[in-house]
């Protein structure tokens, strides 16, 4: 298990490495001239090359590569092409927002997905199951953020039961929840889709094996043999798509946050591209691709915990 | 065993609805916008954001354009971006990762660190960054959502290649002499087209859905020429007003993607070792791969 951990840890940097290095060359031999694009077109030559000199851009990319390693190891993400801020403390502010959306969305997922693919697969070939496949094909077919403007226009412009956009003003708990509470739900709703469907092709996979008969043989209660002995083994394609669409959830947390007018990373990337705030879009590249690792790390480990087959390999 | 193919896919009720949907609304995107008597570009100021009624059956947007008239037009970038971008991904990633697999030693260790560390990026943000790179537009955005997909097609072509290369059937052609690009025509890639051609129809469904995000950010099809992603975008900004504006365009979106999704799960029950019955031919790779994949060899 620990040897397992160790070697999972190790081939972190290398990767870490490799995809700074792909987001520096995409993002610097793609963005072209970022001096002209701030500028304008209408800028001097001389404006134009003492912008370039600012930012270092007149350097040999190499060097500008070297020189962008050694800021990244001092925690530097650079500034701001536009507002000069350093992009670590916007990224500081926005990430909040968006974890605790992205967070709020896998727990729902979670919560509602799971018993619900259990009780599609027990009733398989039942009403239930044929709602609840279609209401899972629907989920995963409808794009998240169209799906925000559904619950938007219900939800908040009709009934009025929740606030139409952005986020708490007060430092009140129940404030902060009652408006995160659809964009939550926009997430979740999506995240619970993709598990049902998916907990409810695990159990059906277990549910004709051997050691389930063997459970209600010996006068097991029906919940005890669907909980203990189907799910426990059903739950590692659970884990792993889990794992999947948490950072597909992830990548469309800013649509929603769009959306709903929330001051997450969304905004940072909409700014960027509006703006051609290149250093901003790479860094928030970087937060995604680190957000992926550490989803697949506790992943792979949280295999390791719940089948010992593999923490013993 | 294409027409077996055909007869299986036909025969499933779900598959047979996402046909019927999808024909249609290809359809429709070709000829629609002859077949709409509205102009998706006539501006009408006196009737603007008008609701839907029997001459706007979808109402109209903020400049008084026919909003269905636009939904029509706007699938057509839909379509043509999530075909082309696979066709891309396609042509470019399935040859890596055969030739990876089939090679094996370092070629096939470089390729599989590479893709891995591509796939760090979710799709949708690599397919943003590409596409803030290179800039909007139907072309721009078609190459950056295949760029965006190639590394799941090389891993998805290198997997069931690796079980393939060690057949007695490959054997025996590379004993007989055949060249490498030989083998590979007539021994492997008919043996994976068919897996290959189920997920990437399952995926022309996220490739329309990334389309639609990357327009919604400002990165697809630029207006005045719809497309579903921007016309929900220009909805959201009157959602109190005229909430059809984007409910409509939304909605399209949804049904062609589960339509796809629908053909792309009744052509999977074809490839699916445990559904064998009822397919028309035995999976023994893919039998095989989805073993390797379930103890974590792939």
């Not at chain 1, 031999?29 to 500028?39: E, F, K, S």
């Not at chain 1, 550490?294 to 010992?308: A, E, Q, R, W």
């Not at chain 2, 760029?147 to 007989?176: D, G, K, W």
């Not at chain 2, 990165?219 to 909805?235: A, D, K």
Request: aromatic share 8%; glycine share 8%.
């Amino acid at each position: 298990m620990w040897k397992h951990l160790l070697r999972r840890l190790l081939l972190i940097p290398p990767t870490v490495l490799c995809v700074v290095t792909i987001v520096f060359f995409l993002i610097h031999m793609g963005v072209g001239n970022p001096a002209q694009a701030i500028l304008g077109t209408y800028a001097s030559a001389e404006s134009l090359e003492a912008f370039r000199a600012e930012l270092g851009l007149d350097k040999p990319l190499i060097v500008q590569y070297g020189e962008y390693l050694s800021h990244l190891a001092h925690g530097d993400l650079g500034r701001s092409l536009i507002t000069s801020h350093p992009v670590a403390e916007q990224l500081r502010s926005a990430l909040p927002y968006s974890l605790e959306l992205t967070i709020a969305g896998i727990l729902l997922g979670l919560v509602l997905g799971i018993p619900l693919g259990i009780l599609m697969s027990v009733r398989q070939n039942t009403w239930i199951d044929s709602v609840g496949r279609i209401m899972s094909l629907v989920g995963i077919s409808m794009p998240a953020f169209f799906l925000g403007v559904v619950l938007l226009i219900i939800f908040a412009v009709k009934l009025d039961w929740f606030p139409v956009g952005g986020v708490a003003s007060s430092e009140s708990i129940v404030d902060r929840i009652h408006h995160l509470v659809l964009p939550a739900v926009t997430l979740g709703l999506v995240m619970t889709s993709y598990i049902a469907r998916t907990t409810r092709s695990a159990v059906l996979n277990v549910l004709g094996e051997d050691y389930l008969r063997t459970a209600r043989a010996k006068g097991q209660i029906e919940r005890r043999v669907l909980l203990h002995h189907a799910l426990h083994n059903a739950l590692i394609p659970v884990i792993t798509v889990t794992g999947m669409y948490a950072t597909i959830l992830l990548a469309v947390s800013p649509l929603v946050e769009i959306v709903f007018g929330r001051p997450g990373l969304g905004r940072l990337i909409l700014g960027s591209i509006k703006q051609s705030d290149y250093i901003v879009l790479q860094s928030v590249m970087l937060v995604y691709a680190a957000m992926v690792i550490v989803v697949n790390l506790l992943v792979d480990l949280s295999y390791s915990l719940i089948d010992p087959r593999i923490r013993f390999q | 065993m294409t027409r077996q193919w055909v007869r299986h896919l036909r025969g499933t009720p779900a598959t047979r609805w996402g046909i019927v949907i999808l024909v249609l609304m290809a359809l429709l995107a070709v000829i629609g916008p002859c077949v709409v008597p509205q102009n998706p570009y006539q501006q009408d100021i006196l009737h603007r954001l008008a609701s839907p009624s029997l001459q706007h059956i979808l109402g109209t947007d903020q400049y008084g354009r026919d909003v269905l008239a636009r939904v029509v037009l706007g699938t057509r970038p839909s379509l043509e971006i999530a075909l082309f971008s696979m066709l891309f991904s396609m042509a470019i990633g399935v040859p890596i990762g055969i030739l990876a697999a089939y090679r094996g030693g370092w070629v096939d260790t470089l390729v599989l660190r590479f893709v891995d560390v591509m796939m760090s990026f979710p799709t949708l943000v690599l397919g943003v960054a590409i596409a803030a790179v290179l800039g909007a537009g139907l072309d721009k955005v078609t190459l950056a959502i295949g760029i965006a997909f190639v590394p799941r097609f090389i891993r998805l072509a290198r997997a069931p290649v690796l079980v393939i290369r060690e057949s007695v059937y490959v054997e025996a052609a590379r004993a007989l002499g055949m060249s490498t690009f030989r083998v590979l025509w007539r021994h492997i890639l008919p043996n994976v087209v068919g897996e290959i051609l189920v997920v990437a129809t399952l995926w022309m469904a996220t490739a329309i859905r990334v389309e639609a995000s990357l327009a919604f950010l400002g990165l697809g099809v630029q207006p005045p020429y719809p497309s579903l992603g921007n016309m929900i975008r220009e909805g959201v900004d009157r959602l109190t007003l005229a909430p059809w504006l984007a409910l409509a365009p939304g909605i399209a979106i949804l049904l062609l993607v589960i339509a796809i999704n629908l053909i792309g799960d009744g052509m999977r029950d074809l490839f699916d070792p445990r559904t064998q019955s009822r397919r028309p031919f035995a999976p023994s790779v893919g039998k095989r791969v989805a073993g390797l994949r379930s103890r974590g060899r792939l």
